[in-house]
């Protein structure tokens, strides 16, 4: 946990340049030894080259035939003697087939070309293709296995040289148990540095959360706290006041303490919620109804301001299975979050409309907004759009987040549409029931 805390204050920056340079060190030190392991496989296949044109020297000489057509070619061309297109062909093909039965024995499966050619001139004398451009392969591949031929033309007057294509793609697949594992393993180091960071990110901004949320619930919690206090004192020190005054004390005193006994509800809700244990009494309801009863406290206080709320509801169908309190405290949220982000004079409008069996209800406002970087992030508990001052808006950063676990609960959901100084539309959905329906739901 210490060591998590100390973590959390390094700069993101340093810990991705970290990573980086991490794993470019990790793929730096891979490389090379797979490249080490290409070469050890080039050297090794030069060797089985020359295996390959030994036992090709040894397979011509032990066939009678096929020797008898090589030198009889060789001979012709030694002399300068016509050569016609079947001794050609008999001797190339001949070639191909030493050269392909040879090669499988030794386990290389490449496509190649070949050629015949004279040790003192290296002249070409028979080769599988028209025009060579790289001699000095057959040169060097065969400079340790000469095919020696016996008879008038005397040994090692003339070599055979093959140039096998596609080598580095053999390499790769006698290294690919090295290529495979340095993949994996750079994979998963990535993944897992990946998580670390998100982990990390994730711990720093839950630590901001936190803080805020401490912050938030300390303010909120001081002032009704401040003036119950303050009312009792006042309340205490009046020997001869009327009646009717010590009333009124008394009504803001169990105000206050009503609002500080919504804060602490609101808080053990959402924890109820979260452990899907706080009960739920559902009931076939008009929400029209219920949504002009729990804009009643947020009205006066909106025209206190000379603002309005004007209401649109146009569902002709307006019933549905709710917990009514809750509902309210839905609806109740979100004019509440509409009036504090809305300059005064504030002007709400609440419509609603039916779409597919189902309920639309709006809350439109001509706020401050929302910018689009935040929009996915104010539904989060105890997340609070940034204003400048923290404590200008009230509120501990769970009434939005509040609204969507109770709509999930309901069967609903809720998103939103805003821009930016233009004002936040929050659209909530939520199924129709039937208003000839009398079952009560309760869970």
């Given at each position: 946990?210490?060591?998590?805390?100390?973590?959390?204050?390094?700069?993101?920056?340093?810990?991705?340049?970290?990573?980086?340079?991490?794993?470019?060190?990790?793929?730096?030190?891979?490389?090379?030894?797979?490249?080490?392991?290409?070469?050890?496989q080039k050297k090794a296949f030069q060797f089985k080259t020359n295996d390959i044109l030994l036992e090709i020297h040894h397979s011509v000489e032990d066939d009678s035939l096929a020797s008898a057509i090589l030198i009889n070619y060789l001979w012709h061309k030694e002399k300068g003697k016509d050569i016609d297109d079947k001794l050609r062909d008999n001797a190339l093909k001949l070639l191909q087939h030493k050269i392909d039965s040879v090669s499988l024995e030794f386990g290389v499966d490449l496509p190649f070309n070949y050629a015949i050619f004279h040790t003192t001139g290296g002249e070409f004398v028979l080769s599988s293709i028209d025009k060579i451009k790289e001699p000095e392969k057959y040169y060097k591949q065969s400079i340790k296995a000469g095919w020696r031929i016996k008879g008038t033309l005397g040994e090692g007057k003339y070599r055979i040289g093959i140039n096998?294509?596609?080598?580095?793609?053999?390499?790769?697949?006698?290294?690919?148990?090295?290529?495979?594992?340095?993949?994996?393993?750079?994979?998963?180091?990535?993944?897992?540095?990946?998580?670390v960071i998100s982990s990390w990110r994730r711990q720093k901004q839950l630590a901001e959360l936190k803080n805020d949320f401490i912050n938030n619930l300390t303010h909120e919690l001081k002032t009704p706290i401040f003036s119950v206090s303050l009312l009792h004192n006042v309340i205490d020190k009046m020997n001869g006041e009327t009646p009717a005054k010590v009333k009124k004390y008394l009504r803001l005193l169990q105000n206050e303490n009503q609002k500080l006994k919504e804060r602490v509800e609101k808080v053990l809700d959402i924890t109820l919620m979260e452990n899907e244990s706080l009960p739920l009494d559902f009931e076939k309801t008009d929400v029209h109804q219920l949504i002009?009863?729990?804009?009643?406290?947020?009205?006066?206080?909106?025209?206190q301001q000379n603002g309005t709320i004007k209401y649109d509801l146009q569902a002709s169908n307006s019933y549905c299975l709710v917990d009514q309190v809750h509902f309210k405290g839905i609806i109740y949220n979100l004019v509440d979050n509409a009036r504090k982000y809305t300059p005064e004079p504030a002007q709400i409008e609440i419509?609603?409309?039916?779409?597919?069996?189902?309920?639309?209800?709006?809350?439109?406002?001509?706020?401050?907004?929302?910018?689009?970087s935040q929009i996915e992030k104010i539904f989060d508990k105890f997340y609070r759009v940034p204003t400048g001052d923290l404590h200008k808006v009230k509120g501990l950063g769970l009434g939005l987040s509040y609204v969507k676990m109770m709509l999930e609960a309901h069967h609903g959901k809720i998103w939103i549409q805003s821009k930016y100084m233009q004002g936040s539309e929050f659209i909530i959905?939520?199924?129709?029931?039937?208003?000839d329906e009398t079952k009560n739901i309760t869970s």
């Open positions: 946990m210490k060591l998590l805390k100390h973590l959390v204050r390094i700069p993101l920056s340093s810990i991705i340049l970290l990573v980086i340079f991490a794993l470019f060190s990790l793929t730096v030190i891979q490389g090379y030894l797979l490249y080490v392991q290409i070469n050890v096998f294509k596609n080598e580095f793609l053999y390499f790769l697949q006698q290294t690919k148990f090295i290529l495979v594992i340095s993949i994996i393993l750079i994979s998963l180091l990535s993944f897992s540095f990946y998580v002009r009863e729990a804009c009643q406290l947020i009205e006066f206080l909106i025209e419509y609603s409309k039916n779409q597919d069996q189902k309920i639309i209800i709006g809350v439109r406002d001509n706020g401050i907004g929302i910018e689009k959905e939520m199924p129709n029931s039937d208003k």
